[in-house]
């Protein structure tokens, strides 16, 4: 494709579109645009001359309550459209979907299984075009029990489950402010499986630890597995992640002693393999999944993959340079000074917070940003007990990580990042998923999904935590319930070397109290009473807010509303059920909105329950803050049956014969009643076509600035300039804009 670069707007230019309030402007800019360099100016005070009739922060709409229903619960005044579901055909000219019928040439063209990471990204790059765009999905497991009648690992079947993994590009659409849908006939259409041709680039390609029979290179790789979050760069390319890949290997037991297998071994220490055999067995089908023939595949797995969606002949990379771990996400930034900051968890108990820091700036032509990700510093988080916190670098050569230790290489530290975070001293954390930076304050947003056995520390105040109204004894309680900490970095520049770091968030029922194990040093930020109320919504009146529990995803709006969603919320909240109040039912999982910042900091809002036996991923924003999209992945599979309240839940998994969900369900299967329900990307929107957050009717927020609420004045006048230029699309430092088609 010939992606046309143009010139960016003016800077100027660019706070007037996106803000409208040149006047605005004159609290931060002297006349003629000079920078007051010495004010300390906070965005409040320019708020303050907008005549907004709701306070700044406020979220707009009624939080829906807990639900344990099978349906999609929203606030009245919203609805969701179903954009594209499990099957649906996706490359123009690609079969209808037959469950009964499936393979994998079939699959290959058609939505993916299990949707996950969601990116929306405007017809032009850069532009705020919210009405039509590519639609990015990441696919990022495959259920056999939900996807076939009987899965015995046919070679149809493993061909299906590859196809079925992955990413999809999907050209969508919105007539003015009704539904959304995508364009079935679209040239961008694009399937992304775990068989398509991929690079690998980087400090780590071509390394011979990487070499195999069928790559002698070690450079080229048959596709990416286990793609969960993600991110976008500021020059229009999607970020996904590999997350849970040591699955897919199977007889990990029976490596080879030699020098292919040697190596692969000694990695085991950090990314353990299924010894005997994967629960897919793919490896009987195909070789390359079996440790003891392909050792070496393994490594060549767990890695952040580029790619771009604007181009669908373009081939896809494996980005090395941001380590090999089970990475959750790939949050992108960028630093004061314009070079691209990239925050990653790795989703495993006692792991770790990673962030990428590039060595060159971005460009405005988005040509010369194609090997930006392929030099610069992973560094790790270390959260010290008094609410400081330091990015230690993973560079050899700098002490530990020096020809003396376990390590040899710049190679080795990155193949086994896991390791060398632990030598230098990082803090073991809740288990990592997502992070997100808020485009306003530029603050780090880092949510931990839930303890279950790991390390207490500062960061981490709470041990496994007591469910709440799960039966004692359950064999799903103890998982924890999950927390958020907020980084802010020095000087508010993305690539600082230390930090700031407090609780924003301790979840849980509101004002719910026991006895949890919590450290004995917890943050100066934290309530000193964590012991008797063992959550916290950022400070806020817990009498006002929504539960929530076991937080996984992060999205932002433009005004720096975040919003959470969450998996395995039944395991962890329970209440009556409203139907039969003698009986518990679990919580569907949710999606719930906070202000970060103001007055309104930390009141939580239930947006969506969702249905049963699904999590909600993948939580997205079109720029104009009208359509939210997400994920409903793995609908009517975990369910929980409560039977009395006396009585611990037993887990049920939902199969193809019984799911349980009918919500978006194939049509009947032969010989039953009932569909098979499909993992589906939706989008959330007033029917009154107006934002998310603040979508009161009328309320006369047509500029953009009255959401911009900083309550903590920002050292600088430069830093709230670098703030305001950190959104997403556009904002992203420096404003490139590429036209597509
Ligand atoms: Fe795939 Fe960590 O969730
Ligand atoms: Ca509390
Ligand atoms: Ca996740
Ligand atoms: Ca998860």
């Given at each position: 494709m010939s992606a046309e670069i143009h010139d960016t707007?003016?800077?100027?230019?660019?706070?007037?579109?996106?803000?409208?309030?040149?006047?605005?402007?004159?609290?931060?800019?002297?006349?003629?645009?000079?920078?007051?360099?010495?004010?300390?100016?906070?965005?409040?005070?320019?708020?303050?001359?907008?005549?907004?009739?709701?306070?700044?922060g406020e979220l707009t709409y009624d939080a829906v309550p807990q639900s344990g229903t099978d349906s999609i619960v929203l606030p009245a005044g919203f609805t969701h459209d179903v954009v594209i579901s499990w099957g649906d055909p996706v490359v123009p000219g690609a079969p209808a979907f037959d469950i009964q019928n499936q393979t994998g040439v079939a699959q290959e063209q058609q939505c993916g299984f299990n949707h996950d990471y969601l990116a929306f990204l405007p017809k032009k790059w850069g532009s705020d075009n919210s009405k039509s765009g590519l639609l990015w999905i990441n696919h990022e497991y495959t259920d056999s029990t939900m996807m076939f009648e009987n899965y015995t690992s046919s070679k149809g079947q493993v061909d299906v489950e590859l196809a079925a993994h992955g990413g999809t590009v999907v050209e969508v659409v919105r007539d003015d402010?009704?539904?959304?849908?995508?364009?079935?006939?679209?040239?961008?259409?694009?399937?992304?499986?775990?068989?398509?041709?991929?690079?690998?680039?980087?400090p780590v390609a071509g390394d011979s630890r990487l070499q195999t029979t069928a790559d002698p290179t070690g450079r080229e790789v048959l596709g990416m597995l286990n793609n969960c979050g993600g991110g976008l760069t500021p020059w229009g390319t999607i970020l996904t992640c590999e997350e849970n890949f040591d699955q897919y290997f199977g007889r990990g037991a029976s490596i080879p002693?030699?020098?292919?297998?040697?190596?692969?071994?000694k990695t085991l220490a950090s990314v353990a393999a299924t010894t005997g055999a994967s629960s897919r067995r793919w490896e009987n089908v195909y070789p390359r999944f079996d440790l003891s023939l392909n050792p070496r595949e393994?490594?060549?797995?767990?890695?952040?993959?580029?790619?771009?969606?604007?181009?669908?002949?373009?081939?896809?990379?494996?980005?090395?340079?941001?380590?090999?771990?089970?990475?959750?996400?790939?949050?992108?930034?960028?630093?004061?000074?314009?070079?691209?900051?990239?925050?990653?968890?790795?989703?495993?108990?006692?792991?770790?917070?990673?962030?990428?820091?590039?060595?060159?700036?971005?460009?405005?032509?988005?040509?010369?940003?194609?090997?930006?990700?392929?030099?610069?510093?992973?560094?790790?988080?270390?959260?010290?007990?008094?609410?400081?916190?330091?990015?230690?670098?993973?560079?050899?050569?700098?002490?530990?990580?020096?020809?003396?230790?376990?390590?040899?290489?710049?190679?080795?530290?990155?193949?086994?990042?896991?390791?060398a975070a632990q030598l230098l001293g990082a803090t073991p954390m809740s288990r990592?998923?997502?992070?997100?930076?808020?485009?306003?304050?530029?603050?780090?947003?880092?949510?931990?999904?839930?303890?279950?056995?790991?390390?207490?520390?500062?960061?981490?105040?709470?041990?496994?935590?007591?469910s709440v109204g799960v039966p004692a004894g359950s064999s799903i309680a103890g998982q924890g319930l999950g927390h958020v900490v907020e980084i802010t970095e020095a000087n508010g520049d993305n690539a600082s070397l230390t930090f700031a770091w407090e609780i924003f968030l301790l979840c849980g029922q509101p004002n719910q109290t026991g006895s949890v194990a919590v450290d004995s040093s917890p943050a100066a930020t934290l309530s000193t009473t964590v012991a008797d109320n063992i959550t916290y919504w950022a400070g806020y009146d817990e009498s006002e807010v929504s539960p929530v529990a076991r937080v996984d995803n992060v999205s932002f709006d433009s005004r720096g509303n975040v919003f959470f969603s969450t998996d395995g919320q039944p395991s962890a909240l329970a209440g009556p059920d409203p139907a039969a109040p003698t009986k518990l039912v679990g919580w569907n999982d949710c999606l719930i909105g906070f202000p970060t910042e103001g007055a309104e900091r930390g009141h939580g809002k239930t947006l969506m329950t969702a249905v049963d036996g699904c999590e909600v991923t993948g939580p997205f924003f079109t720029p104009d803050d009208k359509t939210l999209?997400?994920?409903?992945?793995?609908?009517?599979?975990?369910?929980?049956?409560?039977?009395?309240?006396?009585?611990?839940?037993?887990?049920?998994?939902?199969?193809?014969?019984a799911p349980g969900s009918t919500w978006n369900t194939t049509p009947a299967i032969a010989g039953t009643t009932t569909g098979v329900p499909r993992p589906a990307a939706l989008a959330i929107r007033r029917l009154n076509g107006k934002e998310i957050a603040y979508g009161k009717p009328d309320h006369g927020l047509e500029s953009e600035s009255e959401g911009l609420s900083l309550s903590n004045p920002v050292a600088g006048s430069l830093a709230v300039l670098g703030g305001l230029l950190a959104f997403r699309y556009r904002r992203m430092q420096p404003a490139s804009e590429i036209e597509v088609g």
């Open positions: 707007a003016s800077f100027d230019e660019v706070l007037e579109q996106r803000f409208g309030r040149r006047t605005a402007l004159k609290a931060v800019l002297g006349v003629g645009g000079a920078v007051v360099a010495t004010a300390t100016v906070g965005v409040d005070a320019v708020v303050a001359q907008d005549n907004n009739p709701y306070a700044p402010d009704g539904p959304w849908t995508y364009v079935p006939t679209s040239r961008y259409n694009r399937r992304i499986t775990a068989n398509t041709p991929m690079t690998l680039t980087g002693a030699d020098d292919r297998g040697a190596y692969v071994k393994y490594l060549r797995f767990g890695w952040v993959v580029e790619v771009d969606p604007y181009d669908p002949t373009s081939k896809p990379k494996k980005r090395t340079a941001l380590g090999r771990f089970k990475h959750e996400a790939a949050a992108g930034t960028t630093s004061t000074g314009g070079k691209f900051v990239s925050y990653s968890g790795d989703d495993q108990v006692n792991q770790f917070i990673y962030k990428f820091v590039t060595s060159a700036t971005i460009s405005r032509k988005k040509g010369a940003n194609a090997d930006l990700l392929d030099s610069g510093t992973l560094y790790v988080a270390r959260f010290d007990a008094d609410g400081t916190g330091a990015w230690l670098p993973l560079t050899f050569g700098t002490a530990p990580l020096v020809a003396s230790s376990a390590f040899t290489d710049q190679a080795d530290v990155l193949i086994r990042a896991r390791e990592p998923e997502d992070i997100e930076v808020n485009p306003v304050t530029k603050k780090v947003y880092a949510v931990m999904t839930g303890n279950s056995g790991g390390s207490v520390n500062a960061a981490n105040p709470r041990a496994n935590s007591t999209f997400v994920s409903i992945q793995h609908p009517g599979v975990d369910q929980f049956v409560w039977t009395s309240p006396a009585k611990a839940p037993a887990a049920q998994i939902g199969t193809f014969a």
